[in-house]
């Protein structure tokens, strides 16, 4: 005798949609970290995860998510970089201009590429740059390379790039004007 299918249909229909609004971003896992506590006890152990979230046309986030298990950290992560996405203004499939970014002891160079050039970055540094849908840049690292730090200082680079038209309405001129020199 047959089951009854449309109960399965309907489950199916929504894991499909929830699947469908998920692929919209990129997730990144960009760094592990396993955690202790020692008590009484002995040791409690943990998970500390950073990762990245983008839709590959200029939205980012980045967080870290703790739990005692990597999967539950991983979505905790997830979920905090999807509440914290901030919008990136890119020029072509490159950033607007050169900029350094300081979290910490650490610094991030970032600076546009021509077409062709490709992601020229380590790390967390490439991690955020592909999430973001940057196809042509150059990056350097200066100081800590803990990657919580790297992550943060590229962020604070990217939160004050300015767009070609913001810059052009404080000058004065057009935005092609601004692209020429």
Do not use: W, Y
């Given at each position: 005798?047959?089951?009854?299918?449309?109960?399965?249909r309907?489950?199916?229909?929504?894991r499909?949609?929830?699947?469908?609004?998920?692929?919209?971003?990129?997730?990144?896992?960009?760094?592990?970290?396993r955690?202790?506590?020692?008590?009484?006890?002995?040791?409690?152990?943990?998970f500390?995860v950073?990762?990245?979230?983008?839709d590959?046309?200029?939205?980012?986030?980045?967080?870290?998510?703790?739990?005692k298990?990597?999967?539950?950290?991983?979505?905790?992560?997830?979920?905090?970089?999807?509440?914290s996405?901030?919008?990136?203004?890119?020029?072509?499939?490159?950033?607007?201009?050169?900029?350094?970014?300081?979290?910490?002891?650490?610094?991030?160079?970032?600076?546009p590429?021509?077409?062709?050039?490709?992601v020229?970055?380590?790390?967390a540094?490439?991690?955020?740059?592909?999430?973001?849908?940057?196809?042509?840049?150059?990056?350097?690292?200066?100081?800590?390379?803990?990657?919580?730090?790297?992550?943060?200082?590229?962020?604070n680079?990217?939160?004050?790039?300015?767009?070609?038209?913001?810059?052009?309405?404080?000058?004065?001129?057009?935005?092609?004007?601004?692209l020429?020199?």
């Amino acid at each position: 005798m047959a089951e009854p299918r449309s109960d399965n249909r309907r489950e199916g229909r929504r894991r499909d949609n929830r699947e469908q609004v998920e692929s919209e971003f990129t997730e990144k896992i960009i760094a592990v970290n396993r955690v202790s506590k020692t008590v009484k006890g002995g040791r409690h152990f943990g998970f500390s995860v950073l990762v990245c979230v983008g839709d590959g046309k200029g939205r980012i986030g980045v967080a870290l998510g703790k739990a005692k298990a990597v999967p539950d950290a991983v979505r905790k992560g997830l979920e905090k970089a999807k509440k914290s996405l901030v919008t990136i203004p890119l020029h072509k499939a490159t950033i607007t201009h050169p900029f350094i970014g300081k979290f910490g002891a650490t610094s991030v160079f970032v600076q546009p590429a021509s077409p062709g050039t490709g992601v020229i970055a380590g790390g967390a540094v490439r991690a955020i740059f592909e999430a973001l849908g940057v196809k042509d840049v150059l990056s350097k690292r200066i100081g800590s390379n803990n990657p919580v730090n790297v992550a943060k200082a590229t962020m604070n680079a990217l939160k004050r790039m300015r767009s070609v038209a913001d810059v052009a309405k404080t000058r004065g001129v057009t935005p092609q004007q601004v692209l020429q020199g």
